[in-house]
């Protein structure tokens, strides 16, 4: 009866720590998560804008020689 009762009693206890475990590991998740979104939403807000190149001229033919 007694072994019984130490199991009941240490299921409880790790049931309770387990979900709390979870928890606690959800929270620290969705923090993490908050954070790295911030970071990035701070990254485009101070992201310069870039003027466009300047459209390359086209190269019609290359002349090549040979070097002896």
Known sequence: MNETMNKKQM???????????????????????????QQMRSVVNNAIDWKPAIEPTEQRHLALSRSE
């Open 11 to 37: 299921e409880m206890g790790l049931a309770t720590t387990a979900k709390a475990n979870c928890r606690r590991r959800s929270q620290q998740r969705k923090k993490r998560a908050q954070w790295w979104f």
